[in-house]
């Protein structure tokens, strides 16, 4: 079984431009994460989506963080505009059912550097 | 805020010691927990879990522990190897947030050969 796909791997940007990530999620999973890790911390969840629903995004900077997945499937994270403090790696992970963590599962994440 | 924490941040042991790595939870709304190891360059990888309903939970060379009392969770590894070597994080899950996990910081544990 494929895991959950993201790209690209690294990504490095100057403050105040923008940055796109791309999260293929376990077929069959209805259920999207993305989480903000930054170095030396804990993942922090930052938008969850149940099929193409969006289910809590009250951690989500709105002003400069948007997420989206349109068909239910795959999911894009945008940043614009970036800022120093965004630095770090974007996890996307998928779960077959609302709150069964224990079937979501994490991609290798996005690691942004922002100079 | 209401978070989830490590005691240590790091952690040396010797190959084939046991482990114990602690983590306070703060939420006693959380019914679900759930111990991640994850390696450099990878994502969280699931170890194990423990529902709130119970104290003890076992898995291959693994135990997690819940004392609800105290809002204390650890993650006890038997025999630990070099592959064990990654940050482990606890998560817990608040019964009120819609299936949110909120992370702990995370401890780095070390296997000395």
């Known amino acids: 079984e494929a895991g959950v796909a993201q790209s690209p791997r690294y990504k490095i940007i100057e403050k105040r431009q923008s940055v796109a990530f791309w999260c293929n999620p376990i077929?069959?999973?209805?259920?999207l994460y993305w989480y903000q890790q930054i170095l030396g911390q804990g993942p922090k969840l930052l938008i969850q989506?149940?099929?193409?629903?969006?289910?809590?995004d009250s951690q989500l900077p709105k002003d400069r963080f948007s997420a989206e997945r349109l068909k239910g499937v795959d999911s894009t994270l945008k940043i614009q505009p970036a800022k120093l403090e965004d630095s770090a790696v974007y996890l996307c992970?998928?779960?077959?059912?609302?709150?069964?963590?224990?079937?979501?599962?994490f991609g290798q994440g996005t690691r942004l550097t922002v100079v | 805020g209401e978070s989830v924490g490590l005691h240590l941040p790091t952690l040396s042991v010797q190959e084939g010691d046991n482990s114990i790595i602690n983590c306070a939870y703060s939420?006693?709304?959380?019914?679900?927990f759930i111990w991640y190891k994850q390696e450099s360059g990878k994502g969280p990888q699931f170890i194990i879990d423990?529902?709130?309903?119970?104290d003890k939970r076992q898995g291959q060379r693994v135990t997690v522990l819940l004392n609800k009392t105290v809002k204390h969770l650890s993650l006890q590894i038997a025999a630990t190897q070099p592959g064990d070597s990654a940050v482990y994080f606890c998560?817990?899950?608040?019964?009120?947030?819609?299936?949110?996990?909120?992370f702990g910081q995370g401890t780095e544990l070390s296997v000395k050969p």
């Open positions: 992970a998928s779960s077959y059912l609302r709150g069964r963590v224990t079937e979501a599962f």
């Open positions: 077929s069959g999973h209805a259920t």
């Open positions: 989506f149940q099929n193409n629903g969006v289910v809590d």
């Open positions: 939420n006693s709304a959380s019914d679900y």
């Open positions: 423990i529902r709130s309903n119970m």
């Open positions: 998560a817990e899950r608040p019964d009120n947030q819609g299936g949110k996990l909120i």
